[in-house]
């Protein structure tokens, strides 16, 4: 590795909405997508980068809300500058 910047990918599914406190990754609500039995929640992190997570189709989240996240960061991929993906998960057991 040449120390460059790395960029960290995520779906949706893997990031979750938590219950308050309960995770130290916090997030302001921008906007709410109800998909019937699963809510997607987009969010703006405290240094402004966007995330989506997934919560259910009964969600409470709504526009402006502080809500904490918990992401499975073993479904994690990372991209290099180049954009090669690399599933985080494989390449920290080789």
């Not at 949706?12 to 039995?37: F, I, K, N, Y």
């Not at 009964?58 to 479904?75: P, Q």
Request: glycine share 12%.
């Amino acid at each position: 590795s040449d120390g460059g910047a790395i960029q960290l990918g995520l779906r949706p599914e893997h990031v979750r909405v938590a219950q308050t406190g309960d995770s130290p990754c916090e997030a302001e609500v921008l906007l709410v997508e109800r998909l019937g039995d699963r809510t997607l929640v987009y969010a703006s992190l405290a240094d402004g980068r966007e995330i989506t997570a997934e919560d259910t189709g009964n969600s409470r989240a709504a526009l402006g809300d502080r809500i904490c996240l918990r992401i499975d960061g073993s479904s994690a991929h990372l991209f290099d500058a180049a954009g090669n993906g690399h599933h985080a998960a494989s390449e920290s057991a080789a």
